[in-house]
């Protein structure tokens, strides 16, 4: 590659190297697979995070409901991940939910042995404690679905989302994977992260919804031009004498006597500098001459403050 890179840009890359001796800078760095690249910057993750992080406690009172008691829940992570092989490990049983947005599938994998005692406490079973993983019966899958239906619908209506077909999936086979969308398939994923802690003991339930899309920053609002002073209302209808002082001069009055058609007065004034603009003998702006619809009329470039009328 160096074969490549003249003398001078070898040099300019190794300016750019740690020297020897610098530290590293402070801070974690995680892994990253340049192959597949990450579409989420660091500040929409952020953004992401935050939107989670303000519709958490509504979730968390919905699913203590339909858990039949108090449910504290945590984001442990919100990113970006790769479906590409995401399943390769599964074997059944697991209790796993399949769904799609706009023709790309994505998941809600909830960890087996919570979810069993998470069912069974919202089942009314009476001293529920995680035991060993088991199959899910029939009814403990429609309650499997009903509860992950609380937290996609949430993310589905914060992120425009429209999840269908949502279904429980007993074998490999029928989880898929993202190449099931056709050739326009996108492999990309949100992994939603949340923990749970209730009656039936803590239990980790993950989301990995395609199609999230982080709204553009908003743009600037516009700064507001400084609001013009408001007249006393009593005093909207009285007229001021406006005026444009184009120039003056001195004359004898011999001089002024003699005037004639033709004759010109020098005003002392430059034909390129603003002129004044005069209100009741108080020079308020500084103007340019000009014309409006055929008409002569000043085009005004600065307001004068008051007490600074010179």
């Not at 769904?99 to 009314?124: C, D, H, R, S, Y």
Request: with cysteine; proline share 8%; charged share 30%.
């Amino acid at each position: 590659m160096a074969q490549n890179l003249l003398p001078e840009e070898i040099r300019a890359i190794l300016e750019l190297l740690p020297k020897s001796g610098d530290q590293p800078p402070a801070g974690e760095v995680s892994s990253r697979d340049f192959h597949r690249p990450r579409r989420l910057s660091g500040e929409q993750r952020a953004t992401l995070i935050e939107q989670v992080a303000r519709m958490a406690p509504d979730l968390e009172r919905e699913v203590g409901a339909a858990l039949r008691g108090k449910v504290e829940l945590e984001l442990a992570d919100l990113d970006e991940i790769n479906a590409e092989g995401l399943f390769a490990d599964v074997e059944p049983p697991f209790a796993i939910a399949r769904f799609e947005i706009k023709g790309e599938p994505g998941w809600a994998v909830w960890e087996l042995a919570g979810a069993v005692a998470a069912i069974e406490t919202a089942l009314g079973m009476p001293d529920v404690k995680q035991g060993k993983a088991r199959k899910l019966t029939s009814v403990e899958k429609t309650m499997l679905k009903r509860l992950v239906a609380l937290p996609l619908q949430r993310f589905a209506k914060l992120w425009r989302l429209e999840p269908k077909d949502l279904r429980v999936v007993e074998i490999p086979e029928e989880l898929g994977s993202w190449r099931d969308a056709g050739p326009t398939a996108d492999a990309q994923r949100v992994l939603v992260h949340l923990k749970l802690q209730g009656a039936g003991g803590s239990s980790s339930l993950k989301l990995y919804l395609p199609g999230v899309v982080p709204a553009a920053p908003a743009a600037p609002a516009p700064k507001k031009a400084p609001q013009a002073a408001q007249a006393p209302e009593h005093l909207v209808g009285v007229p001021f004498e406006v005026s444009v002082r184009l120039g003056a001069t001195e004359i004898h009055l011999a001089d002024l006597l003699h005037l004639e058609l033709g004759d010109v007065i020098p005003l002392g004034s430059r034909t390129d500098e603003p002129l004044r603009l005069i209100v009741e003998d108080r020079v308020c702006a500084d103007v340019r001459l000009g014309t409006r619809d055929g008409t002569l009329a000043v085009k005004v470039e600065r307001l004068r403050p008051r007490g600074r009328e010179e």
